[in-house]
C-alpha cells in the first residue's frame, strides 16, 4: 500500500505548497523516519527557490527540497541496523513517487537508506539540523590542509560562525571576520568582525563563505605571498578576477564543495560532545504548516541565521 506524508514542494520558482507526498516503498536496507525539525538552506534552497540553481542532476520541478532533518525512526527493514525510536539526522530521502526529492528532507516522514542515518542521542533535538553545516564548516577548513587554520573569515552568518567556532575549538588565536551587514557583526567569541573597508591587514589563509562572484578581486590584495583562498560559498554567477593582483601575490585559491563521510563523523562528534556552541544559531522557529511564511523569512530577513521548522504537531 502506497504511503504517503505532508511535505513542503516547490511547485516551481517561486511558488510552495505543503501537500501530500507518496512515498516510496521501503527495502530491506530503509527506515521510515517521522521528522520532528529541518531547516532551511539559505544558499543551495534559495538557489531552488528562485530558480537560479545551476544545472544539477535531478533538478526538475515540482521537488521537495531540504537536507537538514531530525527525527526518529518508525520502522526499520530488516537489514538497516538501527532501531526503531532511534533519534537521528537524515541528509535528504530516497524519493518520492509523484515529485523530485532535490534533496526530500522536508517532509513529516520519509524514507531513508539507512547508511545515510547519522544516530543522535535524545540530548540532541533542534540543534541537530546543523549537523550538515557542521560538516561543510569542518571540510573548508581541512581544504587548507595539514591542520592549518584560517585566519580570515569571509561572512559571518551562520557557516561563517560555525567554521570560526570550529577553528578556534582546534586552536586559532589570529582569527579575523569581514561582515558587511551592521547587523551580523556581533560575536561572543571575542575575534573581531569588521567591515572590510576597515581591514588593513594581510592573510596568508583566507575562507570566504559570502556567495559574491566578485570576491577574489576583494581577497588577492589582502593575500600575502603564496597565500591561500578557499572558497567555501556557493557561487551562482562565474567567478571572475583581474589577473595581476593574484599574480603579485602568486595565490592559490582552493575549492571546498559537499561534506565527505569523515567530515561529517568528525561534525558528528563535536555535535554529541557539545565541544561547540551551538544555540545561538537557531534564529527563527516556524511550525511546518505556516512553511510559507517561514521560508520568505529565511529567504529575505538578514537576521535569519538558520530557520527550523517545527513538524511535532502536523
Known amino acids: ?57 535531478g533538478l526538475r520541478y515540482p521537488l521537495v527540497p531540504g537536507y537538514e532533518s531530525v527525527g526518529r525512526v518508525l520502522l526499520a527493514g530488516p537489514r538497516a541496523g538501527i532501531q526503531p525510536g532511534t533519534r537521528v539526522f537524515v541528509p535528504g530521502s530516497r524519493g518520492f513517487e509523484d515529485v523530485q526529492g532535490l534533496f526530500g528532507g522536508a517532509a513529516k516522514r520519509l524514507v531513508v537508506n539507512a547508511e545515510r542515518l547519522i544516530s ?35 561572512g559571518h552568518g551562520v557557516l561563517g560562525r560555525l567554521i570560526a567556532r570550529i577553528a578556534i575549538h582546534m586552536g586559532a588565536t589570529d582569527l579575523t571576520v569581514w561582515e558587511q551587514n ?14 572590510p573597508d576597515q581591514d588593513t591587514d594581510k592573510y596568508q589563509r583566507v575562507c570566504d563563505v559570502s556567495g559574491d562572484a566578485t570576491i577574489l578581486d576583494k581577497i588577492f590584495p589582502h593575500l600575502l605571498t603564496g597565500g591561500t583562498a578557499v572558497l ?40 554529541l560532545e557539545r565541544a561547540i556552541d551551538l544555540e545561538d544559531l537557531i534564529t527563527h522557529r516556524f511550525l511546518a504548516h505556516d512553511a510559507a511564511p517561514a521560508y520568505q523569512t529565511a529567504f529575505t530577513d538578514p537576521s535569519c541565521l538558520k530557520l527550523i521548522l517545527d513538524w511535532r504537531t502536523l
Open 1 to 57: 500500500m502506497t504511503q504517503s506524508a505532508t511535505a513542503v514542494v516547490f511547485e516551481s520558482p517561486g511558488n510552495l505548497s505543503l501537500r501530500e507526498v507518496s512515498l516510496p516503498d521501503c527495502d530491506p536496507s530503509d527506515c521510515l523516519v517521522e521528522i520532528e525539525y529541518s531547516g532551511v538552506s539559505t544558499g543551495t534552497e534559495r538557489l531552488l527557490w528562485n530558480g537560479n540553481m545551476p544545472p544539477f542532476p
Open 120 to 154: 543522535l542521542d535524545d540530548g540532541v533535538a533542534e540543534e541537530g539540523v546543523l549537523l550538515a553545516l557542521v560538516a561543510t564548516a569542518v571540510h573548508a577548513i581541512k581544504r587548507f590542509g595539514d591542520e592549518r587554520l584560517p585566519q580570515l573569515i569571509i
Open 182 to 195: 551592521p547587523s551580523r557583526r556581533e560575536t561572543k567569541l571575542g575575534y573581531p568582525v569588521i567591515h
Open 232 to 271: 567555501a560559498g556557493f557561487y551562482q554567477d562565474n567567478v571572475q578576477f583581474a589577473f595581476p593582483p593574484a599574480f603579485m601575490s602568486e595565490a592559490n585559491v582552493c575549492i571546498a564543495a559537499e561534506w565527505q563521510p569523515e567530515d561529517l563523523a568528525v561534525a558528528t562528534t563535536l555535535l
